[in-house]
Structure formats: C-alpha cells, structure tokens
C-alpha cells in the first residue's frame, strides 16, 4: 500500500514541480510509518461539532467530528482520505488531540503554518513528529495537503465555541 500512496504523491509531485529531485526526499521513512498509523478514524455518534478540509490539488479530504467539554477536546473522530503528507499530519492530531484545549490546539495549527510559510520553528514537545513536515516548505502547493487536518478542527472548535458564546448570551438575557 505505501507504493502506491507514494507513487500517487510523486506523480502529484511531477506534475508540480517537474522530475523528481530533492521532493522524493519528503517521502520519508517516518511519514509513510507515521501516515500507516491513523488513530481515531472511527466517527462519533453525537459530535458537538463535524468539519471538512479538501485540498483541490491532490484531492485530499479530511473529515473529522470534535467533542469538547469546558473547552477541551475530550473525543474526536476522522475519515481521511489524503496523500501521505495529510496522513501523516492527521495521524499526528489523533495521538494527541484528545485532552488539548482550542487555543493550544490553535496554537500547534499556527506554528505548523509559520514553519511551512516562512521561516517559524518546527512544532516541538509531543508534537514533535510534525517536524517531518518541514521538508514540504519549498513545496508551497503541498502546504495545504499538510494543514488540512489544521484547517478542519479549527473550524470544529469554532463551531462548539460560536455555539457556547450564543447559548450564554441567551442565558445572560434570561
């Protein structure tokens, strides 16, 4: 199965950039056993909140459902359907999504963008495995492939929270 993820990825890749050189290099060892090891890809039964990122270049697709209690995620569930650079990122949000609030999670999908998109540091502590990423940041049509998983539980969490802000304005008029 990995062939066939990375030669779809590389054929991707030609068509981006020409013949192959230094990109075949982002196909490394630990993303493909990273992207081989999806956590959390059964979907909830009653999420607070589902979203959807796609990338209309490779045709990537992450779907995800979120729950959160007093602001921190306490389930989460994802279909992906993505190159092995969203693979790889979504494997690394479900390892360690659970137990995060939306502002660290906010945080982690900024340091992600500021590495790929300039010059910012790579994502450290438990997200570490993310630092594999680093290699897409001359690649700029693969950045959105690698922050599709970003993009859609942002989006989640700022449902559950637009959703928290009505409720309590409808109870502070009450």
């Not at 950039?17 to 493909?32: F, H, Q, V």
């Not at 956590?39 to 979120?66: N, V, W, Y």
């Not at 945080?107 to 590495?115: E, K, L, N, P, Q």
């Not at 502590?125 to 990423?133: H, K, S, T």
Request: net charge negative; with cysteine; aromatic share 4%.
């Amino acid at each position: 199965m990995w062939r066939i993820a990375v030669g779809y990825c590389r054929s991707i890749a030609m068509r981006e950039s020409g013949p192959m050189t230094d990109l075949s290099d982002i196909y490394s060892e630990k993303i493909l056993a990273l992207a081989a090891n999806i956590p959390r890809t059964t979907r909830l039964e009653m999420p607070d909140a589902t979203a959807d990122a796609h990338s209309k270049l490779c045709g990537s697709k992450i779907s995800l459902d979120l729950s959160m209690k007093d602001g921190v995620v306490t389930d989460y569930g994802q279909t992906v359907k993505a190159c092995l650079l969203g693979q790889t990122a979504a494997a690394v949000m479900g390892h360690h999504i659970v137990g995060r609030t939306g502002d660290e999670l906010r945080a982690v999908g900024d340091t992600m963008r500021a590495m790929l998109k300039g010059d910012g540091p790579v994502p450290d502590g438990e997200w570490a495995d993310l630092a594999v990423l680093e290699a897409v940041r001359d690649y700029p049509q693969r950045h959105t492939s690698a922050l599709l998983v970003f993009d859609a539980v942002e989006d989640a969490i700022a449902q559950i929270e637009r959703r928290a802000d009505a409720q309590q304005a409808v109870s502070v008029d009450v």
